[in-house]
Nanobody
């Protein structure tokens, strides 16, 4: 599975950005993780091909994850961004085949929120 992410950049606090990630095949679950300098990678949001979503508490109500199954693409709309959202955001895909779960990662896209 190949993942192609885009949409990072520099934005002021309170602004918005949208990340996109396309997969080379149909995937059970897609989502975003992030890693800030000196910190561990953490979950941001995930969505299954059935539309079930999961959000980190820190982004609930500000970020919205969605997906276009026909395009194998997931989107992360990030609103009311805060400086603490600054991180490298990684697209994640979880494939399930015959009970075997395999995770794939995109190349990462940098989001910088200035105060």
């Amino acid at each position: 599975v190949q993942l192609q992410a885009s949409g990072g950049g520099l934005v002021q606090a309170g602004g918005s950005l949208r990340l996109s990630c396309s997969a080379s095949e149909t995937i059970f679950s897609m989502g975003w993780y992030r890693q800030a300098p000196g910190k561990q990678r953490e979950l941001v949001a995930t969505i299954t091909n059935g539309g079930s979503t999961n959000y980190a508490d820190s982004v609930e109500g500000r970020f919205t994850i969605s997906r276009d199954n026909a395009k194998n693409t997931v989107y992360l709309q990030m609103n009311n961004l805060k400086p603490e959202d600054t991180a490298v955001y990684y697209c994640n895909a979880l494939r399930v085949r015959i009970g075997v779960r395999t995770a794939y990662w995109g190349q990462g896209t940098l989001v910088t929120v200035s105060s």
